[in-house]
């Protein structure tokens, strides 16, 4: 529920975003107004497998926290596991996902086809559903901060938000869903 009330009060502020005067913020890129990023949901180990029961239940929480966004795109990677995440929300609103190849593509490559799938759609709200290696360099390339550490491998709960307001990217770090354990090592 709080986190649905955050996503409400975001979502209201893009639509009066030329009255905010921005707090923290990074240059503008072209692109959507915002931009919701995602790491897949909880998953056993593997190459690809698909959510397990915790994942699951997180895709259901990730559809109820966004339920009231009207998504002009969503994107994916091409793994079950991002593809899975975002499934609720694509059948909620009818889009088909756009999906980018990271199966046996350098990491920096799929970043920046990632990035500029982002910024070919304009105004609107896009969701980006990632993995925990490479939603820090999307979140960059997109024009928001630049953070020193990848999401850590047990944490599936980050709900990135990169909002343009009055020309500048704005970034608000929320939750949803179960809270994941705490960080292990050097990462966030």
């Known amino acids: 529920m709080r986190n ?8 209201s502020f893009v639509a009066i975003g030329q009255w905010l005067q921005p707090v923290t913020s990074h240059a503008q890129a072209p692109g959507p107004a915002l931009t919701v990023l995602v790491r897949h ?3 056993d180990p593997g190459f690809d497998p698909p959510l397990n029961d915790a994942g699951m239940k997180r895709v259901q929480d990730l559809a109820a926290t966004l339920r009231d966004a009207k998504f002009s795109a969503i994107i994916t990677s091409d793994f079950v596991r991002t593809r899975d995440t975002a499934k609720p929300v694509a059948e909620m609103l009818g889009l088909a996902p756009i999906e980018i190849r990271y199966k046996n593509v350098e990491r920096d490559a799929h970043v920046k086809a990632v990035v500029e799938a982002v910024g070919k759609q304009t105004g609107g709200a896009v969701l980006v559903v990632g993995h925990s290696e490479t939603l820090k360099d999307i979140i960059a390339g997109i024009g928001g901060p630049r953070f020193a550490n990848d999401i850590c491998g047990n944490v599936y709960d980050h709900l990135f938000l990169l909002v343009q307001v009055a020309g500048r990217i704005q970034l608000v770090n929320s939750r949803y869903g179960q809270p994941s354990p705490p960080p292990q090592g050097n990462c966030m």
Not at 4 to 11: A, Q, S, T, V
């Open 4 to 11: 649905h009330l955050i996503c409400n009060i975001l979502f």
């Open 41 to 43: 949901a909880d998953r």
